[in-house]
């Protein structure tokens, strides 16, 4: 069965911290892809990355960088300096078999 | 404009009546998809379609139907609606089953 788990159901934080978003999935196939999602209060829903089984290295965009660790079946998400723009709904998602299964997400709230 | 178009935003009605939600995309996307985004349950695939004429089933498919007769248009369709389909729905393509998806604005339905 796929599934994927982001136990954080709501944090807080204060701006300027850096904050780390957990996400843990579950598959037993070989080729999966891993993504993460935003969803601010206006309510769209915005790609932020993508990631397939056969490449674990780390990325760094600005502000976010992203953790794939296979052995663990995690994919973090990690935003530094948080600014108030970053509150938001976060969700983690998992692709395989032409089907895609998502996370609960993470309420995510920057206190200025 | 690349983007993905929902019609209506904002749906009201009754138990029985039966409702189309349009869903159409003008990016020559092969994928397309349909979620419902509950709370605390995250979005949830109902239909996708790998191309035209190529639909199957999601994670949670019952009470809906689609269809993908154009490769630009996949309508979400409940025959009977019933209290419990009350959610705000999302229509999403991509290129291909492995890349970003786009959404939609989202359809916020409610079944009295």
């Known amino acids: 069965a796929q599934k994927v788990t982001q136990a954080q159901t709501e944090i807080s934080v204060v701006e300027k911290e850096d904050v780390t978003l957990d996400c843990v999935y579950e598959?037993?196939?070989?080729?999966?892809?891993l993504f993460w999602y935003k969803q601010p209060p206006s309510g769209e829903l915005v790609f932020l990355i993508r990631r397939n089984s056969f490449d674990e290295q780390n990325e760094i965009s600005g502000r976010y960088s992203w953790n794939f660790q296979k052995s663990t079946s995690s994919f973090n998400f990690t935003i530094t300096a948080s600014q108030v723009v970053d509150s938001a709904v976060y969700f983690c998602a998992l692709g395989t078999g032409n089907q895609f299964y998502f996370g609960t997400g993470t309420s995510l709230t920057v206190i200025p | 404009e690349a983007q993905v178009t929902q019609n209506p935003r904002y749906l009201i009605t009754v138990t029985g009546k039966k409702l189309t939600v349009t869903c159409s995309q003008n990016m020559n996307h092969e994928y397309m998809s349909w979620y419902r985004q509950d709370p605390g349950l995250g979005l949830r695939q109902i239909y996708y379609?790998?191309?035209?004429?190529?639909?199957d089933k999601g994670d949670v498919p019952e009470g809906y139907k689609v269809s993908r007769k154009e490769k630009r248009n996949f309508p979400l369709i409940l025959e009977s609606p019933s209290p419990n389909q009350t959610s705000l729905y999302f229509c999403?393509?991509?290129?291909?089953?492995?890349?970003?998806?786009?959404f939609g604005p989202g359809t916020r339905l409610t079944v009295t």
């Open positions: 598959t037993r196939d070989t080729t999966y892809y």
């Open positions: 379609s790998m191309n035209v004429e190529a639909t």
């Open positions: 999403a393509s991509s290129l291909n089953v492995v890349d970003e998806q786009y």
